[in-house]
Structures are given as structure tokens and as C-alpha cells.
């Protein structure tokens, strides 16, 4: 049979307010980024992507194996970033990603600010 769990009303409208909190800020984070994306903002951004890019190239150099989580750490980006830099070097020519390793996540997404998390 099953269990029934208690729902306290307060729990689910700390829950609501908590997924409508993230919808909104990634709606508002969305328009921020769009009605930003001038010319000039996107050479800032192929700029700094080139930049780090360049640190990244920099410390991988001669490597065969690179340690994500431990060159993101190196760099102060988070390993998502470090992917995405990564990536667009790949893209560019710049290096050529012919392996990738997965391990188990931690379960949490990094991406996610923490004030979402649940506690």
C-alpha cells in the first residue's frame, strides 16, 4: 500500500516561490543577455573567449590528458566553462578534442545558484 507523506502548505509554497524565483531570473537573465548582444558586446566576448582560450592552450600544451575540474580550478572558471572554451577551440582549429571520459556526477547542477538548492 501506499504511504502517504505529509505535505506541509508552507513546504510547498516555499517550493512554488523557490521554481518561480529561478524561472524568473533565468527569463530576466535571457533578456539581459539578448538585448546586450551588440557588435561590440560580442567582440568582448570572442575576445575573452581568445584570452582564456589562450591560458587554457598555454597550460594543455604538449598534454595528452587534460583534468577538467583541475584546470578549471587553475584558471578560476568552473568546469562548464572550461568545456565551453574547449569547445569553441575545437571549432576554431585551435585543438582537437579526440577523447572525452565520463565519471559519475556529484548530483548537483553547478550551474544552478545555490540559493535554489534545497536545504
Do not use: F, Y
Amino acid at each position: 500500500m501506499e504511504e502517504k507523506k505529509d505535505t506541509h502548505p508552507e513546504e510547498v509554497a516555499d517550493l512554488c516561490a523557490r521554481v518561480a524565483a529561478r524561472l524568473i531570473d533565468s527569463i530576466t537573465r535571457t533578456a539581459q543577455i539578448a538585448s546586450s548582444a551588440t557588435p561590440e558586446m560580442q567582440e568582448l566576448t570572442s575576445q575573452w573567449i581568445e584570452l582564456v582560450g589562450r591560458e587554457v592552450l598555454n597550460k594543455v600544451h604538449g598534454q595528452q590528458e587534460v583534468d577538467i575540474e583541475e584546470l578549471a580550478r587553475s584558471i578560476g572558471i568552473t568546469p562548464s566553462s572550461l568545456l565551453s572554451i574547449l569547445l569553441a577551440l575545437h571549432r576554431r582549429g585551435r585543438t582537437n578534442i579526440t577523447h572525452l571520459r565520463c565519471v559519475p556526477g556529484k548530483g548537483t547542477n553547478e550551474d544552478i545558484c545555490h540559493c535554489m538548492m534545497e536545504e
